[in-house]
């Protein structure tokens, strides 16, 4: 069971990043370039873990879909990024296949 715990930090881990690289200003900012720079580093730390008892396709399928999700709300939410319908069903088929994954994949490791 730990490897979901792993890859839940190494999602949130990839999300700071991710989210931090706006501030980085081309990673002229200290700070922010620190924090993208830590994430990142820490996000495929945590995703190596997770490798070792789950399958790369599935652990990658689960991470850049759960991924994407949040940067999107986190960038319509605290950037002011507006979302459209086509936007909100490409959302929503992101989770949905995620969800597919998990609950019907005999792939993934429960």
Known sequence: MSHWLFLSIAIISEVVATSALK???GFTQLWPS???IAGYSAAFFFLSLTLKTMPVGIAYAIWSGVGIVLITLI???VLGQSLDGPAIVGLGLIIAG???LNVF???AIN
Do not use: G
Request: a positive charge; charged letters at 5%.
């Open 75 to 77: 960038a319509w939410l």
């Open 34 to 36: 620190l924090l993208v």
């Open 105 to 107: 994949s005999k792939s």
């Open 23 to 25: 501030s980085s200003a």
């Open 98 to 100: 995620v969800v597919v």
